[in-house]
């Protein structure tokens, strides 16, 4: 199979392979380096965002099954007394990095584009915090979300959940314990999410064009998973994946890029929802790897990747 790069991207994926090059060599499993590494990319990522202004904030936390405190950041565009829709949003990171503040500006444009408020969720990473407790983390966080609802303006049948790339999984992971536990949950949107643990064979192919690699992936997961990472053992809570039964889970907008080791995995989950009779809406655009919208904002792709999302929310 021959792959091509999107002609816009070229040059900054020089500039990206030139950087590595020049970079020692990460050890498989070391998810340290990772989160030195990746914290230093989602700040610089986060400066490429277009700055709006009238976004407030207010922080809160809701309580885990485990009692620990998870911080919550809320972010609105105006005040409004009618009741609307809500996005309760899971950051990326691969599990193992990110924090509210590396998605500041990126919930801030999105909620200055839609008119939606957002409810980011500080959930607890890998391996400090392992398995399902990630997922309850941001379950706990729809929890708040749905009790506080009368006071925020906020329409309880009109909440979704959205998460990037790690925070896909217990993004997706909330869609199912909702569906479980009776929660209503509008919609799941889900944008090049990692899902599949058991996603550890290279495609030769892709590899010159990876931003996520199959070394980076392992890691990851091991971080979440342990020594029941790849076995019969690892519940879909921690991996989305692993379901069996897709049927009555939220109605689901998933993209992704062709060059994303997560194509393949996003691809068939968005099938398994859609033979269990859930709405779907798939999205793989040619030409790019993953996270090719933050890494490059301003090019066409990542123009039509955030028209089709803000066009999602709007639909709430």
Same mark, same amino acid.
């Given at each position: 199979?021959?792959? &091509?790069?999107?002609?816009? @991207?070229?040059?900054?994926? =020089?500039?990206?392979?030139?950087?590595?090059?020049?970079?020692?060599?990460?050890?498989?499993?070391?998810?340290?380096?990772?989160?030195?590494?990746?914290?230093?990319?989602q700040a610089a990522m986060a400066a490429l965002?277009?700055?709006? =202004?009238?976004?407030?904030?207010?922080?809160?936390?809701?309580?885990?099954?485990?009692? #620990?405190?998870?911080?919550?950041?809320?972010? =609105?565009?105006?005040? &409004?007394?009618?009741?609307?829709?809500?996005?309760?949003?899971?950051?990326? /990171?691969?599990?193992?990095?990110?924090? @509210?503040?590396?998605?500041? &500006?990126?919930?801030?444009?999105? *909620?200055?584009?839609?008119? *939606?408020?957002?409810?980011?969720?500080?959930?607890?990473?890998?391996?400090?915090?392992?398995?399902?407790?990630?997922?309850?983390?941001?379950?706990?966080?729809?929890?708040?979300?749905?009790?506080?609802?009368?006071?925020?303006?906020?329409?309880?049948? +009109?909440?979704?959940?959205?998460?990037?790339?790690?925070? /896909?999984?217990?993004?997706? !992971?909330?869609?199912?314990? #909702?569906?479980?536990?009776?929660?209503?949950?509008?919609?799941?949107?889900?944008?090049?999410?990692?899902?599949?643990?058991?996603?550890?064979?290279?495609?030769?192919? +892709?590899?010159?064009?990876?931003?996520?690699?199959?070394?980076?992936?392992?890691?990851?997961?091991?971080?979440?998973?342990?020594?029941?990472?790849?076995? !019969?053992?690892?519940?879909?809570? #921690?991996?989305?994946?692993? @379901?069996?039964?897709?049927?009555?889970?939220?109605?689901?907008?998933?993209? &992704?890029?062709?060059?994303?080791?997560?194509?393949?995995?996003?691809?068939?989950?968005?099938?398994?929802?859609?033979?269990?009779?859930?709405?779907?809406?798939?999205?793989?655009?040619?030409?790019?790897?993953?996270?090719?919208?933050?890494?490059?904002?301003?090019?066409?792709?990542?123009?039509?990747?955030?028209?089709?999302?803000?066009?999602?929310?709007?639909?709430?």
């Amino acid at each position: 199979m021959n792959y &091509t790069l999107d002609p816009e @991207l070229v040059p900054l994926l =020089t500039a990206l392979a030139g950087q590595a090059a020049g970079a020692p060599a990460r050890e498989r499993g070391d998810w340290k380096a990772i989160r030195e590494a990746g914290t230093l990319g989602q700040a610089a990522m986060a400066a490429l965002v277009p700055p709006v =202004t009238g976004i407030r904030t207010a922080t809160y936390f809701a309580t885990a099954p485990d009692g #620990a405190r998870i911080e919550l950041r809320w972010y =609105t565009s105006r005040e &409004t007394m009618a009741p609307g829709p809500a996005v309760l949003y899971a950051h990326g /990171g691969g599990m193992i990095l990110g924090d @509210l503040d590396a998605y500041d &500006t990126l919930l801030s444009w999105y *909620v200055a584009h839609s008119g *939606v408020p957002f409810l980011s969720v500080g959930y607890r990473l890998a391996p400090e915090a392992s398995g399902t407790m990630l997922a309850e983390d941001v379950f706990a966080g729809l929890t708040w979300l749905t009790g506080h609802a009368h006071k925020l303006a906020v329409d309880t049948a +009109r909440i979704a959940v959205m998460g990037d790339s790690g925070g /896909g999984a217990p993004a997706a !992971a909330t869609a199912i314990l #909702a569906r479980d536990r009776h929660v209503p949950l509008a919609r799941q949107i889900l944008v090049y999410p990692m899902l599949d643990d058991r996603n550890q064979s290279p495609d030769p192919a +892709r590899e010159p064009f990876l931003t996520w690699t199959y070394d980076d992936n392992y890691t990851a997961w091991k971080a979440v998973l342990g020594d029941t990472l790849g076995t !019969a053992d690892v519940s879909p809570v #921690a991996a989305p994946a692993r @379901l069996s039964d897709f049927t009555g889970l939220a109605p689901a907008y998933i993209d &992704t890029g062709d060059l994303d080791i997560f194509r393949d995995e996003d691809i068939a989950y968005a099938a398994r929802l859609a033979a269990a009779g859930v709405p779907v809406e798939l999205h793989v655009h040619p030409g790019v790897p993953h996270g090719w919208d933050r890494l490059a904002p301003h090019c066409g792709a990542a123009q039509r990747a955030f028209a089709d999302r803000l066009r999602a929310l709007a639909a709430l």
